[in-house]
């Protein structure tokens, strides 16, 4: 077990261990099954861990996971105020059904108003530059938050949902700053989510009995037709690429957008 990590205490001179530890623990997700994974990373870092929801079909298993590990993990939804009304159902759902409460985090006051001042409220679908602007100001800056002084951060991507996220690992010291990431469905399918969520029962947003497999903001949002991949359709307006919606830290420790590809 190591300490770690907070942008304050950080050394690093620290960063070889938590390279390794991060190495170590993704060699063993790789034999584990995610409660297994879920109890690794939990065993293997003393400060908070912390599970970012956005409560679409992954996070929704893992939720469960999480409950079923017995573990002690904070629960954290970046709010970004436009959100689906079915996504606040199904948050509320969720905490009724496992006895959790989901943190909210808010962008912040100012720079919501500064935002909307400059480029009107739905300004992100006249250029990207726009849209990545109203991107950082609702969730990357919102996100830094959350991980303020965490050690570890678990996230439902899965490898299969676009080209980015394939070359992911299961665990990774993001940023070089001792922020262990752990990705516990990285290698599941979308057929072996539903199953267990048909299977336990969870709660679902019903906005998947209605096409939609990626549920991000609601402007940014629609659903995809039979054969189109699972973030076609996420700003799909855009030309430039960048349907990748992950958040991710990078070599500064702050978080930025992947860069790329359905
Ligand atoms: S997904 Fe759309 S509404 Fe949500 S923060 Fe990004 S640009 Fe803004």
Not at 94 to 108: C, D, L, M, W
Not at 162 to 168: A, I, N, Q
Not at 246 to 257: C, E, K, M, T, Y
Request: glycine share 8%; hydrophobic share 40%; net charge neutral.
């Amino acid at each position: 077990m190591f300490r770690n990590s907070n942008f304050d205490s950080f050394c690093a001179a620290d960063r070889p261990l938590y390279e390794s530890i991060a190495q170590v623990l993704d060699w063993q997700f790789r034999y584990f099954q995610p409660v297994e994974r879920i109890k690794a990373l939990v065993g293997a870092v003393a400060g908070r861990v912390v599970f970012t929801t956005s409560f679409g079909l992954e996070d929704q298993a893992l939720t469960h996971l999480i409950v079923e590990s017995g573990m002690t993990v904070e629960f954290v939804t970046l709010d970004t105020g436009r959100m689906f009304p079915q996504t606040y159902d199904v948050w509320e759902a969720t905490e009724a059904r496992y006895g959790i409460r989901v943190q909210p985090v808010y962008p912040q006051a100012h720079a919501l108003e500064d935002l909307v001042a400059t480029q009107g409220i739905n300004g992100f679908r006249r250029h990207i530059t726009q849209r990545k602007a109203c991107c950082a100001v609702r969730k990357l800056e919102p996100l830094q938050r959350a991980l303020d002084g965490v050690a570890g951060w678990i996230t439902g991507v899965r490898a299969e949902q676009s080209v980015t996220r394939s070359g992911m690992a299961f665990v990774s010291d993001v940023g070089g700053r001792g922020l262990l990431k752990a990705n516990p469905l990285l290698d599941w399918t979308r057929d072996q989510v539903v199953a267990l969520v048909d299977e336990h029962a969870v709660p679902r947003n019903k906005l998947h009995d209605h096409g939609f497999l990626s549920i991000g903001c609601a402007p940014c949002t629609r659903a995809v037709q039979p054969g189109e991949a699972e973030r076609a359709g996420r700003w799909w307006w855009e030309t430039e690429g960048s349907q990748e919606c992950g958040l991710h830290i990078d070599a500064d420790g702050r978080p930025v957008r992947a860069g790329i590809s359905r």
